[in-house]
């Protein structure tokens, strides 16, 4: 199931858009939600799972830390190069 955007939940709950960033990254980092850049974040279809194995969990935690360094490095070259 895709969430909606950023700017969409910031406003339907009131709260400033770095703060739902928060909340996506700490859902990511726990394996519940998983992102694609250009494409929004989607619920994780392990996400009701409550017996999750932990390499598979470390493994997704660690590919969204992947994905978003390298969404930070995309935006600095292109910081860089404009």
């Given amino acids: 199931m895709k969430l909606p955007g950023i700017r969409e939940l910031s406003e339907e709950y009131s ?5 739902v960033q928060r909340a996506l990254t700490e859902l990511r980092n726990a394996g519940l939600i998983y992102s694609h850049q250009g494409r929004g974040s989607f619920v994780s279809d392990t996400a009701g799972e409550a017996d999750q194995d932990p390499t598979a969990l470390a493994i997704k935690v660690l590919q969204s830390q992947v994905a978003e360094l390298t969404a930070r490095l995309d935006k600095l070259e292109g910081e860089r190069d404009g």
């Fill in 15 to 19: 709260v400033a858009a770095g703060t």
